[in-house]
Each structure stands twice: as C-alpha cells, then as structure tokens.
C-alpha cells in the first residue's frame, strides 16, 4: 500500500497547559474524506488548525506526502494544504471574484490559468452572478461560499500539487439546505479528483452521508473512528453529545441519519 | 474606474501640479519662463532662476515626496492592521516625533543640525521612530505581533508622549510654545535641496520596496492566519512593513511637521475609487498623496500672501470634514 496522503501518529495538541486533543491517530489517501464530529470545544477545529500547521504538536507527528508538515516550507504547504476557517474578519471592499483569486496566490500559474479556476470555483459554489459585488455587503451565507470557493481554487488542479488536502471548519453552517447539498457536492467532486478532506461538521446525518471515515472526538478523546456506520449508533450519540437520539438508515442512501430523541 | 486609468490619470496631473507649484506663490512666475528655467535656458532671468531653482522647486518637490510617502504609508499601515480608520499617527510616529521635536526646542534651543536638518527635524526623528519601535517591542511575544496589542500601545504610547509634550510647554517660553505650536501645524517652508536629497532617498526605498508587497498586504486583509495559510511570511512581513512606514512617517515629520489626515484620507479616497487591492492602490495613494500636498501647499503660500499658512493646518481643515463624511456613510462603502 502506498503511503497515505495525511499521516496522523499520536498526535496531542496543548492549549495554556491543557490538552485540548490527546493521542489522535489517523491516514487519509488520496480522494478520501475524514469527518469530525464532536461537542462543541472537544477540540475539533484545533485539530484542522494543526493540520495546516498552525500549531506545534505537544506530541506526534503530522505527515503530508510522507515528509513531516513543519518541514514544508511555507509556499509549497500553500500549494497543497487548503483551510476554510469557521469565520472570516475580512472588512475591505473587494469583489468577490477578488477574494476568490487571492487563493491562488500561492501559485505561479499566470493570470489566464487562474482567471479559468476563479469563474470554475465561482461556478461550483453558485455565486458566478455575484462575481463584481463588495464582498462586505453579501451576508452570511455568500460570505461563506466566496471563502470555500477561495480555499477551492487554492487547490484546484491537479496539476498544482500532487497531494491536496482540503480542510474545512463547519463549510455549511450559515448555508440553507440547497446550498449545503451543493457545496457538499462539489467537495465530494473534488475528492474524486484526488483531494484528501477533512471536514469538521455538526449535522451528523450530513457528514454520515458524504464522508469515507469519521472520527469522534470528545474532550480531545477520541471516542470513535471508523466507517460512518460503524461511528453512527445511539449509544455513541449520547456518549458524545450528552443527549437522546434515533439513528435510522435513510432509505436511499443507506447510511445512517440521526433524529432528534 | 479602472485603475489602470486613475494611476495613468494622476501620474499626468502629478507634473502639471508640480509645474503650478512652482508658478505660484507671492510672486506668480511665467509659466514659459518658468519650462525655460527648469531646461537650463536662464538668461536674462537671473532672479527668476534664483526663485525657481532655490526656493520653489526644491519645496515642490520635497512636498511631492511627503505627500507620496504619508500616502502609501498610510494604505500599507491599513492594510497592515486590517482598518481602514488607521492612520501612521495611530502606531505613535506623531506624538513620538512631537515630543522629540519639543525637547528640543525646550532644551537645544537654536543649536545647529546636521547635513541641511535642523536639530529640531533630527529630534522629532528620533521621537518617532523610537516611538514605533517601542509599540512594535511591546506587540510582538512568542507567538508574535498581536495588531491588537499593537493600537493599544500606540494609543497608550501616544498618551504619554502627549503628557510629557504638555509638561515641557509647561517649562517653554512664549517663543518655545510659538515654534512648538508652528511646528505641530506642519509646514514646509524648511525646504532645501539636502533636505529633498535625504526625503527621496527614503522614498526612494520605500516605493521600490512596498509595492513589492502588495500581493502580501492583499492576502492579509484576509486575515493573519489566512495569509499564513496563503503561504505568506506573515512575521516577516509585518516587521518590514512597520519599519518601513517607521522611516517613511519619521522622515516625512522630521522636515514637515506633524501632517496629519493625508494618510488617512488619500488611500481611502483612492479605495473608493478603485477598490482595496494593493497593486494599485500603493501606486495611486502614493501619487494621489504627492497632488494633495502639493495643492494644499500652493494653497497654503498664496492665500494669505505674502505670508503663509501652516500646510498641516489646510490638510486638517480639509481632512477633517472628509472624514466625517465618511463615519457617516461607511456603510455605502462597504467598510
């Protein structure tokens, strides 16, 4: 088997002293999308914030095509490494086919190549006709779309890089139910062109359907992994969330879908 | 507009002002005459030529450049700290170069400068590059330079260098407050050649450097992080970017006073017009800027002719009310 993508060994992360993900153990191959899952503050987003190397591990290694994360330099780890951040602060006027073009700064590709992936990612998260307008003056939803489509086009080709991973903090949380299909969707799309994910996401029943793998994580524990099946049940839920649910097998789809109890 | 139009655009009206400036003033100058002068063909116009080459032209210029560099320093500094309300006054420049300045008219009194600056320029200098440097120590621990932190030590800093002004106009004669007071108005009527000689030379390194940048300051308007994530040296960055606009704002209030609203109000001006992208905005600020002063300063020499205004005092005058209206309406543009 050849080595996987994103490499994960014994990872702990600190905080101020406090172990805010402990021991957490994952490969992810090429194509392939990890969902994480967890209560609020289990330490969810610190661990996709040191997967783009944003953090020193307390302990273990994060491996990115097989050479340790820290050793990439700073360019080359742009080329191949994506974050979409749960919020973003930016308060300047640009447009939005602006904002998206700023993804590929890191990349050397000329202006004709990146003027083609900007009106692709445009497309592919459904704000093409927004593509002149302020970014300040979008709401929430859009906002969060421009920035997915900016993270998109930072790892677009295939030709960019030969491993890309894509990080995504809570893609669809302000999104309405059309749009996180969507954008769902084209996430898998660009799995299947070889880009690793992972993904932090709330809606359960939404990550069971669209990811390869899970892994539960409470407290920086973590409580699970595996395939979503096998992560998915009743008991798990009120394990990690503290709260009564159904878990059901959607009828087309055959994964599982969680109820409210 | 497109920017490519406004850079063309300012870049041409920047000669015309230059030209202006030198034609007016408490005696207005021919403007042929004045094209004869400046290609070297001066006979016969002796006096003329002694007006043109010794007082008008240098002041031009040397007001073309701090115009340009209080500009392009200030959209770096916004960009920089992610607002478009910050101003280089804001990391503590101003009040560091005004508390140098007033120590020495206090205490130096009229001793002699150095290579065409006064000891007075010198100190205020010193002040603000010392200041910026405190704020940035201040700023930067381990996990590095916090843009928070940052404006909170400029204001404090600036707080302190405000109190230690008032204490030492507490000690200074009424001849010390005049040149105190003349001083913190701004003014370019210092203007000599040594001293456009040293403004270019720092503005020389500031407009090859800084656009430089620009691909950087757009990544971080984004966000620190994001930038990082971009792939850009973020520390580095920034540790340039506040020594550079250190030296740019220092230089600028060292042989013109505290100047104030032109960084703030050029590059919003131009953001409005072009929108915030840096690879054009660094540009057309800097040009922008350079036409600002000039025409705030030909203002300044022939309203009230034979003497003249303080320019800092017509920057503010006219800034001031600019910036209201923009508080007013940020919204319609989207800040």
């Known amino acids: 088997m050849n080595t996987p993508l994103l490499e994960v060994v014994g990872l702990t992360l600190t905080a101020g002293g406090r172990a805010v993900v402990e021991a957490a153990e994952f490969g992810l191959a090429a194509g392939e999308h990890l969902a994480v899952i967890g209560p609020n503050g289990a330490g969810k987003s610190s661990l996709v914030h040191a997967l783009i190397g944003d953090t020193t591990p307390a302990a273990g290694a994060i491996r990115l095509g097989g050479r340790a994360l820290a050793d990439w330099p700073a360019r080359e780890r742009a080329c191949r490494v994506a974050l979409l951040p749960q919020a973003s602060a930016l308060s300047f006027p640009f447009t939005v086919a602006e904002v998206v073009r700023l993804g590929r700064s890191p990349h050397a590709s000329g202006s004709i190549a990146d003027r083609q992936i900007v009106a692709e990612t445009l497309a592919a998260c459904d704000i093409a006709h927004l593509r002149d307008r302020p970014y300040t003056r979008l709401s929430g939803g859009e906002k969060q779309r421009v920035q997915l489509a900016r993270v998109m086009s930072q790892i677009w080709r295939v030709e960019d890089a030969d491993d890309r991973l894509l990080l995504l903090d809570e893609p669809v949380a302000a999104l309405d139910l059309g749009h996180q299909r969507l954008v769902m969707r084209q996430v898998a799309a660009l799995a299947a062109q070889g880009v690793a994910v992972v993904s932090v996401l709330h809606d359960i029943s939404l990550a069971a359907r669209y990811a390869d793998r899970m892994l539960a994580l409470r407290d920086g524990q973590t409580i699970a992994a595996g395939t979503p099946a096998a992560v998915v049940t009743a008991e798990r839920m009120q394990r990690l969330f503290d709260t009564q649910t159904r878990v059901i097998t959607h009828p087309d789809t055959h994964t599982p879908v969680v109820l409210h109890g | ?335």
């Open chain 2, 1 to 335: 507009m497109s920017p490519r139009r406004l850079v063309w655009l300012l870049a041409l009206a920047l000669p015309l002002c230059l030209l202006a400036a030198v034609m007016l003033g408490a005696v207005r100058l021919p403007a042929l005459d004045v094209l004869a002068v400046l290609v070297g063909r001066d006979e016969g116009m002796q006096r003329l030529a002694l007006i043109v080459r010794q007082l008008r032209l240098p002041r031009a210029l040397l007001t073309a450049l701090v115009g340009a560099l209080l500009a392009i320093c200030g959209a770096a500094m916004q960009g920089l700290f992610r607002n478009p309300l910050a101003d280089p006054s804001l990391i503590g420049v101003t009040a560091g170069a005004s508390v140098g300045a007033s120590l020495v008219i206090v205490f130096a009194g009229g001793a002699a400068g150095f290579i065409g600056l006064s000891l007075v320029s010198l100190g205020a200098f010193v002040g603000g590059t010392a200041a910026v440097l405190l704020v940035y120590r201040l700023a930067t621990g381990p996990q590095g330079t916090s843009v928070a932190t940052m404006l909170l030590a400029g204001i404090a800093i600036g707080a302190l260098a405000g109190s230690i002004g008032s204490l030492l106009e507490f000690h200074a004669d009424n001849e010390m407050l005049r040149r105190i007071s003349l001083w913190r108005m701004g003014g370019l009527d210092g203007a000599n050649w040594s001293r456009v000689a040293i403004v270019a030379a720092v503005a020389a390194l500031i407009f090859v450097v800084l656009p430089r940048q620009a691909d950087a300051l757009n990544a971080l308007l984004l966000g620190e992080s994001e930038a990082r994530h971009l792939g850009i040296a973020v520390d580095r960055i920034k540790r340039q970017l506040v020594l550079l606009t250190a030296a740019g704002v220092g230089v600028s209030v060292a042989v013109a006073g505290a100047i104030t609203f032109v960084g703030l109000v050029v590059p919003h001006i131009v953001r409005m017009l072009i929108g915030p992208d840096h690879r054009w905005l660094l540009p057309a600020s800097a040009l922008a800027g350079a036409i600002l002063l000039l025409v705030a300063d030909t203002l300044a020499r022939v309203v009230v002719a034979p003497t003249e205004l303080p320019v800092g005092l017509l920057t503010a005058l006219l800034g001031a009310p600019f910036f209201i209206s923009l508080l007013r309406r940020r919204r319609e543009y989207g800040l």
